[in-house]
């Protein structure tokens, strides 16, 4: 059985639309992996994983952050997927928080077209690290923004063939993020399902998307 997950480093955001009447945003970023053919809304079936809110940086926050996406998917299917961020500032008062902006990356433009043969027998194996800077796109559909982050993805198991090293990112990279958010997606996994925007959406989830 393939395992893997995908090691999403969320950076920063610059020059976001300021979408609190009072007060200062206080902005975190969901991400999930959604496959071709589903809308992109935030599905409650689609594993997810968030940072925590930046309470400083208002339009433009840093959280350096890593969020972990377990994943049983191969590579051939991974790279028909898109990667998905929502960026939302918590509200005190609101029930719910506030969309400020989002962005979809196909993870063709990331990922590579397969993996390294020379190490292939070798797992954990890891694609390279892709660093990249992407439009945030208002609700409006206007675009204003452009969210930070770098992307690897990491297989412990493929065909049947596991190693005990969990692979860690590079300690240069490493000692900048904090902890990491995990949830899983994939095939074959159940659990419970995501959860939509807001402080529920920092438990953990465990349901697979494909």
């Not at 506030?98 to 993870?107: D, E, Q």
């Not at 990491?154 to 969990?166: C, D, E, H, I, Q």
């Not at 490493?174 to 939509?196: H, I, Q, T, Y």
Request: with cysteine; hydrophobic share 40%; aromatic share 6%.
């Amino acid at each position: 059985m393939t395992e893997g997950q995908l090691e999403i480093c969320v950076e920063m955001a610059e020059r976001l639309k300021d979408v609190r009447k009072i007060g200062n945003m206080h902005a975190y970023v969901v991400a999930w992996v959604q496959k071709p053919g589903a809308t992109f809304s935030a599905d409650q079936n689609a594993a997810k994983v968030m940072t925590t809110p930046d309470k400083k940086g208002g339009s433009n926050p840093e959280w350096h952050e890593i969020l972990r996406l377990r994943t049983t998917a191969d590579l051939a299917e991974l790279r028909k997927s898109f990667l998905i961020f929502h960026i939302y500032t918590s509200s005190l008062i609101m029930p719910d928080d506030t969309l400020v902006g989002s962005s979809v990356i196909p993870l063709d433009n990331l990922l590579p077209t397969e993996l390294d043969a020379s190490v292939i027998d070798d797992a954990p194996i890891s694609t390279p690290l892709q660093r990249a800077t992407v439009p945030v796109q208002r609700p409006s559909l206007r675009y204003k923004g452009t969210l930070t982050f770098s992307l690897r993805l990491v297989y412990f198991s493929l065909g049947g063939k596991r190693s005990a090293n969990t692979s860690r990112l590079p300690d240069s990279l490493l000692n900048k993020f904090s902890e990491p958010s995990v949830a899983s997606f994939g095939d074959d996994n159940v659990g419970g399902g995501g959860s939509g925007p807001g402080a529920a959406a920092a438990a953990v989830a465990s349901m697979m998307l494909f």
